[in-house]
Nanobody
Framework: QVKLVESGGGLVQPGGSLRLSCAAS????????MSWYRQAPGKERELVAT????????NYADSVTGRFTISRDNAKNTMYLQINSLKSEDTAVYYC?????????WGKGTLVTVSS
């Protein structure tokens, strides 16, 4: 059974940093591209970043380029999102996403709140 569990969210001041983690299980993690999405209050869920199976290629939304870094550790079946220079507009629930065997899977999300 595919399972994605996010962690690492919290309350942080503007300009601060956090590292989010996504622990994956129930599938061969190293075989699949992985993504982070986020959903801000009152807005639609949006793609934040994507990483290929090996981690050799990454893509980012324009709004986070230069501030966010996606990475993965295939030995630990874990994906990460380092988020720096946080802004109030980064406040959102952050979700881990994977397409496995033709089906889309989501974690339950971790809340990031940026506020002074």
């Amino acid at each position: 059974q595919v399972k994605l569990v996010e962690s690492g969210g919290g309350l942080v001041q503007p300009g601060g940093s956090l590292r989010l983690s996504c622990a994956a299980s129930g599938f061969t993690f190293s075989w699949y591209r992985m993504s982070w999405y986020r959903q801000a209050p009152g807005k639609e869920r949006e793609l934040v970043a994507t990483i290929t199976r090996s981690g050799g290629s990454t893509n980012y939304a324009d709004s986070v380029t230069g501030r966010f870094t996606i990475s993965r550790d295939n030995a630990k079946n874990t994906m990460y999102l380092q988020i720096n220079s946080l802004k109030s507009e980064d406040t959102a629930v952050y979700y881990c996403n994977a397409w496995v065997g033709g089906m889309e899977y989501w974690g339950k999300g971790t809340l990031v709140t940026v506020s002074s």
